[in-house]
């Protein structure tokens, strides 16, 4: 699904945009563990490092305002938001994610703990939801942006629903071949809705600004 705006998305979150850069490699540092761990999840053994190039979005555009509601799952979803900070910037933003110990990665904003469920265990996908929910009224963002998995999906369906926010989609650096089962499904409710790897993108979406890693 397109961004419904009439620039383009990348104008439209342009400091979003601004983060993701081009290349072969989505490693930004070889010396960086975690990011290493996540190249070699996605099917790169050998890192090479590449120079930074930005997306520089349509001059004029305006960017994410208001509140924000990032939402990712654990691991390598918890790590590719935390890259996303300075995108936030300035901003009145929450966090939400499944271990009350990510709170310490987030200092100074508020942090919401929630089930880390899945389609399959329907008691812990209901208690998901009623947390979302009591999440979504109570921050009540302009904003919601996920890198995944299962909560971030629910989250912005609810939020479409609940309190019309714009929502934004990226799928886990982790997905080279094929979108993740909750990426393909994200093109229903994301009005900004990306991939990280240059060969899943299509016209008809999702689109690829580069990668966060």
């Known amino acids: 699904m397109r961004s419904k705006a009439n620039c383009p ?3 439209k979150f342009e400091r979003l945009a601004s983060l993701f850069r081009r290349g072969e490699c989505p490693v930004q540092n070889p010396m960086d563990g975690a ?4 190249s070699t999840r996605a099917g790169h053994e050998t890192i090479r ?15 994410m305002k208001g509140r924000v509601l990032a939402v990712a799952s654990g691991g390598g979803h918890w790590i590719q938001m935390r890259r996303l900070m300075p995108a936030f910037e300035g901003m009145d933003v929450a966090f939400v994610s499944v271990s009350p110990d990510y709170a310490a990665d987030v200092p100074g904003h ?8 899945h389609r399959f265990d329907k008691a812990s996908f209901a208690v998901l939801i009623g947390q979302l929910a009591w999440i979504l009224l109570r921050e009540r963002p302009n904003t919601v942006i996920s890198t995944g998995a299962a909560p971030g999906l629910v989250c912005l369906a609810l939020a479409k629903f609940l309190v019309r926010a714009e929502t934004v989609w990226i799928d886990s650096i982790a997905n080279c071949e ?7 499904q994200a093109r229903r409710v994301a009005d900004v809705w990306l991939t990280q790897w240059p060969q899943l993108q299509g016209q008809q979406g999702p689109d690829y600004w580069g990668a966060v890693l």
């Open 9 to 11: 998305a990348e104008a």
């Open 110 to 117: 508020r942090f919401y703990p929630v089930r880390n469920a």
């Open 178 to 184: 094929q979108l993740s089962s909750s990426g393909l």
């Open 49 to 63: 490092r590449r120079d930074r190039e930005f997306v520089h979005p349509r001059e004029g555009a305006f960017a």
């Open 35 to 38: 990011a290493q761990a996540l």
